[in-house]
């Protein structure tokens, strides 16, 4: 247990309020920290991990985010999970493109937060929402 986070479950946070998502980066912080990635490492997934929750409370009306850890016997990271019953993204590829954004978030996008991190996969429809599977591990 590192300062109140318990590393060996998967921690859970709701996001339904913009205070939602300053709990999100704090959370997000701490375990990357706990994982000791890099300062510049930590900066960049609470960077991606604060956009993508933003994405989850204004174009999926909310949702969830589930942060873990994850060793791969070489090093250690952090996994973030987003998820949304929204409409899902009707033109992924255009919300994949660089530069691309609604304007709502940081200006980063999801092409934006995909650069941050290590692996970035996404699943997304009309009838099931979006679910955004974020890792970055330590160098």
């Keep these: 247990m590192t300062a109140g986070i318990d590393l060996g479950h998967p921690q859970a946070q709701s996001v339904r309020s913009d205070e939602d998502v300053v709990r999100v980066r704090q959370l997000v912080r701490s375990v990357a ?11 960049k997934v609470v960077t991606a991990a604060s956009e993508l929750a933003r994405n989850t409370l204004v174009y999926g009306g909310g949702g969830s985010v589930e942060v873990a850890t994850v060793d ?16 899902g993204i009707a033109d992924l590829d255009l919300a994949l493109t660089d530069g691309y954004t609604t304007g709502g978030g940081l ?33």
């Design 107 to 139: 200006g980063l996008g999801l092409s934006g937060s995909r650069r941050l991190v290590d692996e970035f996969e996404i699943e997304t429809s009309p009838e099931t929402g979006t679910r955004i599977t974020v890792t970055k591990w330590s160098r």
């Design 72 to 87: 791969n016997g070489r090093r250690k990271g952090i996994r973030i999970v987003f998820a949304d019953s929204g409409p």
């Design 33 to 43: 920290v706990a994982v000791k990635l890099s300062l510049v490492d930590q900066t």
